[in-house]
Antibody, heavy 121, light 107 residues
Framework: EVQVLESGGGLVQPGGSLRLSCVVS????????MSWVRQAPGRGLEWVSA????????YYADSVKGRFTISRDNSKNTLFLQMNSLRVEDTAVFYC??????????????WGQGIRVTVSS | DIQMTQSPSTLSASVGARVTITCRAS??????LAWYQQRPGKAPKLLIC???NLETGVPSRFSGSGSGTEFTLTISSLQPDDFATYYC?????????FGGGTRVEIE
């Protein structure tokens, strides 16, 4: 069974930074696109960012463009999300998800359990 | 950007009932439509891709249909495990987008 495990969440002040990590196992990480999807408290799902299998192509939602950076280390089966200039409205549970539909756009068949990010003073 | 609209936002039904959820896209997404189930406090689970292709292991009481701008998710006989929130997602163009969700509650 595919395993996806996020870490790095927590409480941060507005304007601060946080780096999320997602370690995966039991599938060939380097052959899949990956994505981050978030869910604000009591709200629906919002796609945040995606990266192609070899990391050459990245995509961002307008709401995070210029503030968040997605990256991956295929040698360590790890996906990252560097979040800068955080805002209160970035408060959410962030999910790491495996993307399907080679070449994109992606849908998501395996998800982590989610990691909570709270932006508050 | 493509907007996805689900209806209803909340649905109350009994065990054994037939349930239908609708998802509409602001422009055609062809067949590039996925459905997810999310139970409280849990990650979403992929149920259906390509509008009607059931994922391995998903019970056959779930089915999807539609193309273009209008899609439906049907649960033929609601089971206790099915009380959850359901989301559609288009993957026809970037940015991919989700519907607002339909919460299925016990009547």
């Amino acid at each position: 069974e595919v395993q996806v495990l996020e870490s790095g969440g927590g409480l941060v002040q507005p304007g601060g930074s946080l780096r999320l990590s997602c370690v995966v196992s039991r599938f060939t990480f380097r052959t899949y696109a990956m994505s981050w999807v978030r869910q604000a408290p009591g709200r629906g799902l919002e796609w945040v960012s995606a990266i192609s299998s070899v990391g050459g192509t990245t995509y961002y939602a307008d709401s995070v463009k210029g503030r968040f950076t997605i990256s991956r280390d295929n040698s360590k089966n790890t996906l990252f999300l560097q979040m800068n200039s955080l805002r209160v409205e970035d408060t959410a549970v962030f999910y790491c998800a495996r993307g399907l539909n080679p070449g994109g756009p992606y849908y998501f068949d395996s998800w982590g359990q989610g990691i909570r990010v709270t932006v508050s003073s | 950007d493509i907007q996805m609209t689900q209806s209803p936002s909340t649905l109350s039904a009994s065990v054994g009932a037939r349930v239908t959820i609708t998802c509409r896209a602001s422009q055609s997404v062809n067949y590039r439509l996925a459905w997810y189930q999310q139970r409280p406090g849990k990650a979403p689970k992929l149920l259906i891709c390509q509008a009607s292709n059931l994922e391995t292991g998903v019970p056959s009481r779930f089915s999807g249909s539609g193309s273009g701008t209008e899609f439906t998710l049907t649960i033929s006989s609601l089971q206790p495990d099915d009380f959850a929130t359901y989301y559609c997602q288009q993957y026809y163009s970037n940015p991919v987008s989700f519907g607002g969700g339909t919460r299925v509650e016990i009547e």
